[in-house]
DNA sequence: AATCCGGGGTC
DNA sequence: GACCCAGGATT
């Protein structure tokens, strides 16, 4: 038997039940596959589940804000995910009537869509021959065909879609594209997969050699920039002070407190740092240590430190991104993780 | 071609 | 700590 059908045979009695399969319609397959990008399916899941409930259609979606988009993707990471989705559904909306596109060649176009996406949907909405190639893919094929070039150069991912393009032909496209991602993400998992029952195991030229453990070869070395981020908590009544992130930063439109970054840790001592918080907040500021938190992201470590200001001043002129705003309304707004976490933990 | 964009799970 | 996740956009 051959190693696309060896596949799909295992994928028919080892596949999981998961929400969006058994569906071909495209907006839902569109919804899971944008959630599912770089996250893994148990985190996506109760994300999906949200989105399709509050979303039933791309109409429904089209007439979101962009606010509460985010508010419902907070805390699932890499947000400009939710704010492309929102753009697609109105450009579907507007261009196609609301009506989903099923072909590789519209869906490519969509923003936030790629050639993965792009496959995905085109095969399993509408059984179009485009082979998928994501994370799982290009692990099994590169262990199972012995294939060393690095799954992240030019000539790799040219070599692994060219062969995954052939080796799609004379297969139904939607379930042999499931089944091949799903064989790599139960059964030839990155770490300790599980070869001692895999159904091709003869064929595999990663167990043949012994080089599990060295397939895919991907070239990586990411600089991990080290930040400090100083916040500043200050309440008034029933209002706290708030500011919308900006773009060419992390959390794009996302709500946080006014913030003083520095290249190291401040100490309280420190006239530099008392000197710049003054100019924000005025000179009769109290200012008192919250909390400290580590936050770690792909290419940068946080180091997050909360203070808590009172008998502030500021200058809403000069400072035009910093607002006040009712509580109750801060908490609707769509706020990076770890902001969110410390409303939860200290402001009731 | 390299870098940026999150948060979480696993070993 | 290192690697990875049903990747894509930007420079």
Known sequence: MSFQSEIVKWYLSNKRDLPWRDTTDPYVIWLSEIILQQTRVEQGKPYFLKFLENFPNVSAFASASEEQVLKLWQGLGYYSRGRNMLYTARYVVANYGGQFPTSYEQLIKLKGVGSYT?????????????????????RVLSRYFGIEEPINSNLGQKMFSELAKELIIDQEPAIYNQAIMEFGALQCKPKSPVCSECPVQLGCYAFKHKKIDQLPVKLKKVKVRKRWFNYFVGITGDEILTKQRMPGDVWQHLYDF?????????????????????????????????????????????????????????????????????????KQLPHPKIIGDFIEKHID
């Open 118 to 138: 792009a496959a995905a949907i085109s095969s399993f909405s509408s059984n179009e021959q485009q082979a998928v190639v994501d994370g799982n893919v290009y």
């Open 258 to 330: 006014p913030l003083i970054e520095t290249e190291e840790e401040v100490s309280m001592t420190s006239n530099e740092f008392l000197t710049q918080v003054e100019k924000l907040f005025g000179k009769d500021l109290e200012l008192k240590v919250l909390e400290g938190k580590k936050h770690i992201l792909t290419h940068q470590i946080i180091y997050v430190q909360f203070f808590a200001i009172d008998n502030y001043i500021v200058n809403f002129n000069q400072h035009a991104e910093i607002k006040s705003v009712k509580i109750e309304a801060f």
